[in-house]
C-alpha cells in the first residue's frame, strides 16, 4: 500500500488531454512538500518528468504539465502520442514518516 | 553528465546480506551540492525510498527497513554502498541508485538499476 494514491491505470486516444492524480495526506502534499513526476519506459530507470510541482527539467515537451492543490497533485498529458504510453510515479517527501513517498504508480494506455 | 550505475550478486540467499555498489561517473561524489540514494522496485510494483548518504557520512534510512540497512560511501573510489541484511525473498527487487540535490527532494539521475533475487 503506497503513501500516495495513484489510480492504476488511466486511457486516452492519441491527441487527447489525460490526467493523472496523485492522492496525498497532510503529512506529505498537504504539508506543503513539493511532487515530482516520473516516466518509466519498460525496463528502464524512472526519469524525471516533473518537477517541484509544475516544473520541466530540459528536453521534456511541454505537453507534460503538473499541478497540485491541497493533499492532491496532477499530472496531465496534451496531445497523447503513442509513445507516452508507459508507467507514471508520482513522489513527494511525507514528514510523519521522515522519508521520501512514492506513488503505486499509473500505466497510461494509448488507444 | 552524471552517470550512476550499480554493480553487485544478483542472487542472494535467504537470511544473507545484500551487498550492492554505486559507482558515480562524470562528477565528483564529494561534492557537498548532493546527496546519494537507493530505491528499490520489485517486480510489478512500485517504488521504494531506500536510504540516502551526504558525502559527510551523514545517513537517512527508510523507518520501515532501518533495522536491516547500511549505506557507506567511499569518496576515493567516487561510489556509495546498499548492505541490506537478513534478507527474504521480500527483498527480491530492482535496486536503483540515484542523486538528489540539497534543497531539493527530487531524484535526478537514476542509475539503470540491478536486480536482485533472495532464493536459496
Known amino acids: 500500500q503506497s503513501v500516495l494514491t495513484q489510480p492504476p491505470s488511466v486511457s486516452g486516444a492519441p491527441g487527447q488531454r489525460v490526467t493523472i492524480s496523485c492522492t496525498g495526506s497532510?503529512?506529505?502534499?498537504?504539508?506543503?512538500?513539493?511532487v515530482h513526476w516520473y516516466q518509466q519506459l519498460p525496463g528502464t530507470a524512472p526519469k524525471l518528468l516533473i518537477y517541484n510541482n509544475n516544473n520541466r527539467p530540459s528536453g521534456v515537451p511541454d505537453r507534460f504539465s503538473g499541478s497540485k492543490s491541497g493533499t492532491s497533485a496532477s499530472l496531465a498529458i496534451t496531445g497523447l502520442q503513442a509513445e507516452d504510453e508507459t508507467d507514471y510515479y508520482c513522489?513527494?517527501?511525507?514528514?510523519?514518516?521522515?522519508?521520501?513517498?512514492f506513488g503505486g504508480g499509473t500505466k497510461l494506455t494509448v488507444l | 553528465q552524471v552517470q550512476l550505475q550499480e554493480s553487485g550478486p544478483g542472487l542472494v540467499k535467504p537470511s544473507q546480506t545484500l551487498s550492492l555498489t554505486c559507482t558515480v561517473s562524470g562528477g565528483s561524489i564529494s561534492s557537498g551540492d548532493y546527496y546519494w540514494s537507493w530505491i528499490r522496485q520489485p517486480a510489478g510494483k512500485g517504488l521504494e525510498w531506500i536510504g540516502r548518504?551526504?558525502?559527510?557520512?551523514?545517513?537517512n534510512y527508510n523507518p520501515s527497513l532501518k533495522s536491516r540497512v547500511t549505506i557507506s560511501i567511499d569518496t576515493s573510489k567516487n561510489q556509495f554502498s546498499l548492505k541490506l541484511g537478513s534478507v527474504t525473498a521480500a527483498d527480491t527487487a530492482v535496486y536503483y541508485c540515484?542523486?538528489?540535490?540539497?534543497?531539493?527532494?527530487?531524484?535526478?539521475?537514476w542509475g539503470q538499476g540491478t536486480l536482485v533475487t533472495v532464493s536459496s
Open positions: 540515484a542523486r538528489m540535490a540539497v534543497g531539493f527532494d527530487y531524484f535526478d539521475p
Open positions: 548518504i551526504y558525502p559527510s557520512g551523514s545517513t
Open positions: 497532510s503529512s506529505n502534499i498537504g504539508a506543503g512538500h513539493d
Open positions: 513522489q513527494s517527501y511525507d514528514s510523519s514518516l521522515s522519508g521520501w513517498v
